[in-house]
Nanobody, 124 residues
Framework: QAPLMESGGGSVQAGGSLRLSCAVSGYSDRSDCLAWFRQAPGKEREVIAGVDIRGPTPWAHSLKDRFTISKDNAKNTLDLQMNNLQPDDTGLYYC??????????????????WGRGTQVTVSS
């Protein structure tokens, strides 16, 4: 079983909401680095938000008012609540992790495990 598996993507109209969830299989210490990234068509992958030993950090300041990251230690999931979605939010959303790393700065190279991604499509 893949260590990270995303779900919750889909198609919504502008202004709608989606909640993505990443199932983290195997052992996941509360201090592991976990994060959500996204990649829009024709653009590079970018970080949205992450959690580490310090708690959650909204790395993308332009999204922090609409996107909220949370970790459910009981269920071993990493969730991303996305509100007021816009067409520019369309893309493939990835869950990423570095099991054992306690501090992360949201850089792509820090994460060694990746999910396959879940598609989010927002229409105007």
């Amino acid at each position: 079983q893949a260590p990270l598996m995303e779900s919750g993507g889909g198609s919504v109209q502008a202004g709608g909401s989606l909640r993505l969830s990443c199932a983290v299989s195997g052992y996941s210490d509360r201090s592991d680095c976990l994060a959500w990234f996204r990649q829009a068509p024709g653009k590079e992958r970018e970080v949205i938000a992450g959690v580490d030993i310090r708690g959650p950090t909204p790395w993308a300041h332009s999204l922090k008012d609409r996107f909220t990251i949370s970790k459910d230690n009981a269920k071993n999931t990493l969730d991303l609540q996305m509100n007021n979605l816009q067409p520019d939010d369309t893309g493939l959303y990835y869950c990423a992790a570095n099991f054992g790393r306690r501090y992360c700065a949201g850089a792509e190279w820090e994460y060694t495990s990746w999910g396959r991604g879940t598609q989010v499509t927002v229409s105007s």
